[in-house]
């Protein structure tokens, strides 16, 4: 990639959010400015932006923009919170860029150190995006020992360096099992109905120069059967508490063909991305989106005019189908509350 993935932008060229579409992706390398929260949330909305992580970071970046600007900081928390009820890092890094300037701006510290009220959010943003840096690089190290010689992982969706600070969650572990001579093939789901897979992760892939296949996400099965399939490596939008899991559309599905064919399924995530205030999976509000996104491909409609279409962009994971959660701060396996908040304790 050229063009950076997310950037902030200083006065008085700024404030603003620089951001790659990834909507255009792979065909162009398109950056998108945000010079206002409205324009930070539609492209929130339209997946320019997206990936839990990242989301985070978005959240709280757009915290400090709206603070910048002389907006009203709250409310522009709460719609930015609001833009994708599901991805639960969105609502996290906004709340804490929201805090921080609460904290200082009534204290007067900021403005006694010589620097204006929005830079304590924008601090707090920055401290987000360093600490999913550092996480990517311990996740993959703690998921390294779960990956054997020679595997043929399986993904869905993307989780590389477009959706972190990092080089990703689940495919953070694949590229530290490739420096580490274990991979042997990265399947990749397309990921319908938009196709992150085929779009976003094969050019990562391709840009990391990793062995790797494109599938149909309905292969996934016959893959398996035929014995080509060594490990399931997927990210998340949001952890309950109880371990269940939500992730891209076609991740519970991966999770019961894993199962039956006693294929070990791993999932990625920081620790910002379990939910310990929602209790169980059926607790998740799952994201609907446009009818449209399924009846067409790539702007072209692919079902008759008037069909309707169900287009959940999310779907839940129960405990009991995940082998293990891998974090920054360890491993969860058996996936129970327990090991959960053992993990979160020192967080």
Excluded at 35 to 43: E, F, G, N, R
Excluded at 130 to 153: F, S
Excluded at 296 to 319: E, K
Aim: aromatic fraction near 4%; include cysteine.
């Amino acid at each position: 990639m050229t063009a950076a993935v997310f950037r902030w932008v200083d006065p008085p060229a700024g404030p603003a959010i620089e951001l790659l579409d990834q909507t255009r992706l792979p065909r162009a390398e398109v950056v998108v400015t945000c010079a206002d929260v409205p324009s930070l949330i539609d492209a929130i909305a339209r997946l320019a932006v997206r990936g839990a992580p990242l989301l985070g970071i978005a959240g709280a970046f757009g915290v400090a923009l709206a603070a910048a600007r002389g907006d009203d900081v709250a409310a522009a928390a709460e719609a930015i919170s609001a833009a994708r009820p599901t991805a639960v890092n969105l609502a996290w890094g906004a709340g804490l860029a929201l805090d921080a300037y609460l904290r200082a701006r009534p204290a007067g510290d900021f403005l006694a150190a010589g620097k204006r009220p929005y830079e304590a959010a924008l601090e707090q943003a920055r401290a987000i995006a360093d600490a999913d840096r550092l996480a990517c690089r311990q996740m993959a190290g703690h998921g390294l020992a779960l990956v054997p010689e020679g595997a043929r992982i399986l993904t869905h969706c993307n989780t590389g360096a477009l959706v972190t600070a990092g080089e990703g969650t689940a495919f953070g572990l694949v590229m530290a099992a490739h420096r580490a001579g274990r991979l042997a093939m990265l399947w990749i789901d397309e990921t319908r109905p938009l196709l992150q897979g085929a779009r976003l992760t094969a050019y990562e892939a391709s840009l990391a120069g990793l062995p790797h296949r494109v599938l149909a996400d309905c292969a996934a099965a016959s893959l398996m059967a035929a014995g080509q399939v060594d490990l399931v490596a997927v990210g998340a939008d949001r952890i309950a508490a109880d371990g269940s899991v939500a992730n891209k559309i076609g991740t519970y599905s991966l999770a019961v063909l894993a199962r039956h064919h006693r294929v070990p399924f791993l999932v990625v995530a920081p620790m910002s991305t379990v939910d310990f205030c929602t209790k169980d999976g059926r607790s998740i509000v799952i994201e609907e989106r446009a009818p449209d996104e399924v009846t067409s491909l790539a702007g072209q409609p692919i079902a008759p005019a008037g069909s309707g279409a169900y287009n959940p962009a999310f779907d839940v994971t129960p405990p009991e189908l995940v082998t293990a959660i891998v974090t920054e701060r360890g491993v969860a396996h058996p996936v129970t509350p327990g090991s959960l908040r053992v993990l979160g304790a020192d967080a």
